[in-house]
């Protein structure tokens, strides 16, 4: 893989990330009460899932902004992994099986990430970290 394709591959996973925390922050209060609401038939406690319903916008939100600058690249990629697999988890536990290929295929692009990043040519990583 070179840095260009590298790039891109960051840069598109960095779009949904952000894209998705950026529209929720504003209705955050909202977006929680939806979340809290597919859970009420589930085994999770709504004292999990309300933290968590408010938490994942700014993780979202966070997550693609240091990935479209490539900012702390790795960590970044490896903390975006981590929320796809509890949201997978979550997921399943409402039986949404719609929503499981796209956060799959969101896992494969931070997989992707964590596995060549050296190729991370094109990022803040390269200036404040050499």
């Known amino acids: 893989m070179n840095t260009y394709t590298f790039l891109i591959l960051r840069l598109a996973i960095a779009v949904s990330m952000f894209g998705h925390g950026l529209v929720r922050l504003p209705k955050l ?7 809290v609401g597919n859970f009420d038939k589930t085994m999770l406690p709504k004292a999990l899932i309300l933290p968590f319903s408010y938490v994942l916008p700014i993780a979202e939100f966070i997550i693609g902004l240091l990935l479209l600058t490539g ?6 990629a490896f903390s975006g992994a981590v929320v796809m697999l509890v949201l997978l988890f979550g997921t399943a536990m ?6 499981i290929p796209s956060q799959l295929l969101h896992l494969i692009f931070f997989a992707i990430l964590l596995q060549f ?11 404040f970290f050499k």
Request: proline share 0%; charged share 15%.
């Open 94 to 99: 409402i039986e949404n099986w719609d929503a």
């Open 29 to 35: 209060s909202t977006f929680s009460q939806w979340m």
């Open 71 to 76: 900012l702390f690249t790795k960590t970044a």
């Open 117 to 127: 990043m050296t190729n991370n040519g094109y990022a803040l990583d390269n200036v």
